[in-house]
Every structure is written in structure tokens, then in C-alpha cells.
């Protein structure tokens, strides 16, 4: 299958701070990416859809300024979480979709702790 | 009512031993479904893709679609130690949005 590359998969900040969070589709290229967060023995939660050299499109109750979503090439999507609180604490996770198959990949994740 | 249901589990089975898990859904408008595999702290990794009803095997791994019913399942047959994880159905329309179910947590018992 696809690969679709995360990075960092853990992350620990103080509060206040912001996080930058990327994700690659490595031998394919995406105009669009997912970000998701997952929280404990809970199933994915979509956050936002990414499109290449336009605006991410939110879903409800996911605030703009606070997940800022970048999706500047074909290959690279980034997630900043701006002035991190601990409540922003969870396992966030991208993928991106194979035009040739439909199949969607998932990069390996990110866990960010807030302190 | 969600427009997926999965139970969430946890399923406990011997090794060896036939795996079942199941989702129903609401939505007949769904035409493409998924089962991902999920370890611990880990993304998610497509297993089985299949559209509309029917079988279709992968090594150990079977996926059933029954649309008339909307109602689809995973075999593991033979399962292994390693196959202990959250497994989550998904399914679409035709843009890639995916409807996720809640995930089973699968345990087999060496």
C-alpha cells in the first residue's frame, strides 16, 4: 500500500506553546489530506479536510485559529495547534487518499501531551 | 441512532480460533466499505477494500458486505497473538469521507 509519513509521533509541550505537525504521502501525491483526533478507546473524529493551495474546510465545533492547517504542496500537509492548553492533549492523525485505488492511507500518528 | 454500529468490545477468543466482527449501518447510499486494523498508539491500516455486496479474501482475512441487510463482517481465520487490536469499520459515498465505526478490541489468548 501507500505510505503516508507523520512526524513527530510524540510530542510534549508546555501550555501556551505551539505544535507543528506534518504529514507526507510519500510515493503518491494528495490534493487532499484528513486530519483526525482520536481520544482514549474512542474511534476517529474527523477535524478537517485539507486541499492543496486552498482553504482547509473544518468540520463543526473545530475552531479555525486554534488547528491551523497548511496544505502547501502535493505531497505535504502541516496541523500547528497554536497556544496549546492540556484539553488539546490527544492522538492526532493524517491521511490521505490514493486517486488511483480510492484507498485511503493513515499516517502512523501523533501524540501530543500539553503540560 | 449512529449512522454505524460496531461493538466496541472487548472480543477475547483463543488462538486458533475463527474471528467474527461485525457493523451494521443506516445509510444505503454507502457503497464502499473498509476495515482498518489499529495497534496501540499507531494509525490506522487498511486491511480489506471492497464495493458493494459480496466476498472478498485476503489470506487469512475475509470481508463480507451484505448491502440488502447493510450489515458487513471480518473473518480471521487461524488468528495469531498479533492479530490483538482495534479493528474499525469504515464506509463512504463517493467522496473519501469516511463514516467510522466505534472499533472492536480483539484479544487473542495465546
Known amino acids: 500500500g501507500a505510505v503516508v509519513s507523520q512526524h513527530p509521533s510524540w510530542v510534549i509541550c508546555k501550555s501556551g506553546t505551539s505544535v507543528k505537525i506534518e504529514c507526507r504521502s510519500l510515493?503518491?501525491?494528495?490534493?487532499?489530506m484528513f486530519w483526525y483526533r482520536q481520544f482514549p478507546k474512542q474511534s476517529l473524529m474527523l477535524m478537517a479536510t485539507?486541499?492543496?493551495?486552498?482553504?482547509?474546510?473544518?468540520e463543526q465545533g473545530v475552531e479555525k485559529d486554534k488547528f491551523l492547517i497548511n496544505h502547501a504542496s502535493l505531497t505535504l500537509s502541516t496541523l500547528t495547534v497554536t497556544s496549546a492548553h492540556p484539553e488539546d492533549s490527544s492522538f492526532y492523525i493524517c491521511?490521505?487518499?490514493?486517486?488511483?485505488?480510492?484507498?485511503?492511507?493513515f499516517g502512523s500518528g501523533t501524540q501530543l501531551s500539553v503540560l | 441512532q449512529k449512522e454505524v454500529e460496531q461493538d466496541p468490545g472487548p472480543l477475547s477468543v483463543p488462538e486458533g480460533a475463527i474471528v467474527s466482527l461485525n457493523c451494521t449501518y443506516s445509510?444505503?447510499?454507502?457503497?464502499?466499505f473498509m476495515w482498518y486494523r489499529q495497534y496501540s498508539r499507531k494509525g490506522p491500516e487498511l486491511l480489506m477494500y471492497?464495493?458493494s455486496s459480496g466476498n472478498k479474501e485476503d489470506g487469512r482475512f475475509t470481508a463480507q458486505v451484505d448491502k440488502s441487510s447493510k450489515y458487513i463482517s471480518l473473518f480471521i481465520r487461524d488468528s495469531q497473538p498479533s492479530d490483538s487490536a482495534t479493528y474499525l469499520c469504515?464506509?463512504?459515498?463517493?467522496?473519501?469521507?469516511?463514516?467510522w465505526g466505534a472499533g472492536t478490541k480483539l484479544i487473542i489468548k495465546p
Open positions: 491521511s490521505a487518499p490514493q486517486a488511483t485505488n480510492e484507498k485511503l492511507f
Open positions: 510515493d503518491f501525491q494528495a490534493t487532499t
Open positions: 485539507s486541499n492543496e493551495g486552498s482553504k482547509a474546510t473544518y
Open positions: 445509510n444505503s447510499a454507502f457503497q464502499y
Open positions: 471492497t464495493y
Open positions: 469504515a464506509m463512504r459515498r463517493s467522496n473519501y469521507q469516511l463514516i
